[in-house]
Structure formats: C-alpha cells, structure tokens
C-alpha cells in the first residue's frame, strides 16, 4: 500500500514539472541567447546521462558475476583464501586462521599503520541478519580489536545494518555486489567507460577534467545552433 501511495505522488509533481517547464519556455522567449544556453546545456546532457547509465549497468553487471562466481565455483574455505587475496591486493597484510581455532575470525588484516582487522566470511545464499553480525561483534571484542569487516556473497538485512551502526567497534560490512566490485577491481577488470586505450591510462582527475570539457563544448555548440534557430524565427 505504502510503494502504491508513493508511486501515485510522481504523478502530479510530473504535471507540475511540464507545466513548469512549458512556462519558463515562454518566460524566456524573450531572451533567447539566455533560453538557447539554458537548452543547449539540458540537451547536452542526455548523452552523458545515457553513457554513464550505460557504464553503471555493465559496472554492476559484472560485479553481480563476480559474486556469483565466488559463490558458485569455491567452498567456504576457499572462498576465505580468495578474499584474504582481494584485501591483499588491495594493500593489507593478511594472514589466513586455523578453521579449528578461528574463534569467530577467518582472517586477520593489518593496514599501513599496522592496525589488526578482524574478517569474518560467510559464503551464504541468504541474508545475513543481526544474529550474525552480533556473534562477530563478541568474537572482536574478545578478541581486543577495534574493527572488523563483515564479507558474504549474499545481503545484510536492514537489522543487521542496524547492528552494525550501534556496534561498539568499527564495522564494515561488504556485501556480494561490493565485494564482487572489490574483485573485478584487483583483477584490473572493471568495465571502462570509454573502449579506447589511452583513455585507460588516464588518472580520475585527467578523466573528470575531460569529460567536463567535452560536456561544456557540446554545451556550447548546442546553444549555438538553438540561438540561430531561435533568432532566425
């Protein structure tokens, strides 16, 4: 009842955005170099909307077979040893713990400043509720550590998040999409926006700087072409 409610709001508020929309149209009329920026800009932006779009599907598409992957094809056991290797590469020290004697920790972490980080993994089909997520918050309090990370291939119910946030130790929780994501990362296989190689070799900063100045060029040349339009009716 409560998604249907919901769902009948954007009704009106897209008649009210028409309406306006139609009425700034006409308002602006008047100004027609100020009108031709203002939709040059807009149209612009459709087909950066459509690629980044584009770009976040396959992005999430692949991280969702990256989880399926780590489901399907390993045991629990190796299953640990492939996130102990995600969260090596990603520049922890790591070091796997014995299954008889893990004590709720699968593996422990060290960062850059040598603080210990206490991972649990679970390999599960189904949601992690706040059971789980309280057992490991004893495990790391018994422990003596002050953070831990929570990995699975499957969610955390909203509980479980809950949990976490009222937990009095620092808690990660990745679920099967993030951790799919972390995967294909290390693997140097997440999908790239632009199919050409130099734009590979580009930093994020290069990238951001290039796209806002196509964006702005385009932006412009719209306009250009929508005041010529509009001065030449």
């Known amino acids: 009842m409560a998604r249907r409610r919901r769902s009948e709001l954007w009704r009106p508020l897209l008649v009210l955005g028409g309406v306006a929309l139609v009425l700034a149209y006409f308002h602006l009329r008047a100004r027609p170099i100020l009108l031709a920026l203002i939709l040059g800009f807009v149209t612009a932006a459709v087909p950066f909307g459509l690629l980044l779009g584009w770009y976040l599907w396959r992005v999430r598409r692949q991280a969702f077979l990256a989880r399926e992957s780590l489901y399907t094809n390993y045991g629990p056991f190796e299953f640990e040893r492939v996130v102990a290797e995600i969260f090596r590469r990603l520049g922890y020290k790591t070091r796997l713990t014995r299954r008889s004697h893990d004590k709720g920790i699968d593996i422990w972490l060290w960062d850059a400043r040598g603080e210990r980080i206490g991972v649990q993994c679970k390999r599960y089909a189904q949601p992690i509720g706040a059971a789980q997520i309280r057992e490991f918050i004893g495990a790391l309090v018994n422990a003596r550590v002050n953070m831990g990370v929570f990995v699975t291939t499957s969610t955390f119910t909203e509980a479980a998040w809950e949990t976490a946030r009222s937990s009095p130790v620092r808690l990660r929780l990745v ?59």
């Not at 999908?191 to 412009?220: H, V």
């Open 175 to 233: 679920d099967g999409m993030e951790l799919g994501r972390l995967r294909q990362r290390v693997l140097g296989q997440t999908p790239s926006l632009l199919p050409w190689p130099w734009w590979r070799g580009l930093n994020r900063w290069q990238k951001g700087l290039l796209l806002a100045l196509a964006y702005l060029a385009l932006s412009l040349l719209l306009a250009l072409g929508y005041a010529w339009m509009l001065m030449s009716a």
